[in-house]
Structures are given as structure tokens and as C-alpha cells.
């Protein structure tokens, strides 16, 4: 790991940029690191300047950035928010990785397994924190959950039952609707129920089973 630099960073405030303007870092994540105490909003970068502006307008961002490319150049960012469709995950980790950039990456992190222990062993070797944004893990209900049946509170564990749903009003074209890019029930809302189940659970399954009805 390496301390953030610049004189931001040495009075111990995280300097994040943001990669874009979706509807997650819109509606949730920009006022989130706004308002963290040891954090500040300061670029966000959108292929659309008009929108890029618009965002910086009503949360308060000091800089816009027309490109990926240039905030991921701003020597005044420390980290940065990774909101994009998921088959762009791993490149721009990457990218983020090579500018010395910690990184939070919206959920699945990447397409697969294998691409997921790529890019962390990538960074690793760059000396830069990735994490997937599971929010769960850090929110004092869940962490006391998981210590109270850690604690055998309610006795040994043995069956655990995730929903987890929406109504969809998808357009067409959209990434989530596309396998080959990452979309699906899965990857989109399913992983919730997985990741949470395995960080309850506290080991890997033996076995995985399976359904699906098709749309």
C-alpha cells in the first residue's frame, strides 16, 4: 500500500475522482463521499462535458475532466470511484492501477474469477488498495450480525436464504441485458446474495446448484 501524496493527502484526507457520471455514483456515492469526514469529492470525468458539469454543479465537484485519461493524470486525486458498465471494470482498473490510483470498483468487480485474481495481483504489485464496493461489510448492523452468529447466537448455521429483486424497466441495448457484457440477473443482483452469503458463512461451499427461469 502507499499513503496518499500531496498536501491533501498528508492531512490525511482522501482526494477521490470519479470515472463518469451513472446513475449508482448520481444517486448515492457522490453525496456519500462528500459528506465522509476524511474524504473529498474533488474531480469527476465524463465523455459528455455538459453532463460532467451538471454533476459537479449540484454535488459541490471542484474539477471536470472531459476524458478517463485526464482524471486518472490529476496528480491532485488519490482514488478514485469506478461506476462503469461492467465489461470496463478490468481495463480501467488497470488504467488506475498504472497511475497510482486506489481504487473502489462498483460490484461484479470484474467478468470472472480469473480476471478478478488478475487484476488485484496487478495492482497488488503497483502498490495500490482495490476493493469491490460490497457496502455491507462495513455497515455496523451487518458486522454485528455476522459476530453474533459467528458467536453461535442463534445456534450453528445451516441454511441461509438470499432475495433479492426489482422490477426491471431495462431498455434495449442496455449492458445488464447482454451476457457477453457482463449483464445478467447474476452479476448485476444475484452477487449480492452470494457475496453476503459466503461473508455470513465464513468458507467457500461445496457444492453450487442452480435455476434459472428466462425472460
Partial sequence: ???????????????????????????????????????????VASRDRERG???????????VHDTYEALLADSEIDAVYLPLPNELHAPWIRAAADAGKHILCEKPLT????????????????????MEAFMYRFHPAWTEARRLLAEGAIGRLTDLEVFFAFRSRLEAGDYR???????????????YAVNL???????????????????
Fill in 111 to 130: 467478468l470472472d474469477a480469473a480476471e478478478a485474481e488478475a487484476v488485484a495481483a496487478y495492482c497488488a504489485e503497483r502498490e495500490v488498495l482495490l
Fill in 177 to 191: 441485458t447482454s451476457m457477453a457484457r457482463g449483464g445478467g440477473s447474476l452479476m448485476d443482483v444475484g452477487c
Fill in 53 to 63: 458539469r451538471a454533476a459537479a454543479d449540484e454535488f459541490g465537484i471542484g474539477r
Fill in 1 to 43: 500500500m502507499t499513503e496518499p501524496t500531496g498536501a491533501a493527502g498528508a492531512a490525511g484526507l482522501v482526494r477521490w475522482g470519479v470515472l463518469g457520471t451513472g446513475k449508482i455514483a448520481r444517486n448515492y456515492v457522490f453525496e456519500a463521499i462528500r459528506d465522509a469526514e476524511l474524504c473529498e469529492l474533488a474531480a
Fill in 197 to 215: 452469503s459466503r461473508w455470513l458463512l465464513g468458507d467457500d461451499p461445496d457444492e453450487v446448484h442452480a435455476a434459472a427461469r428466462i425472460d
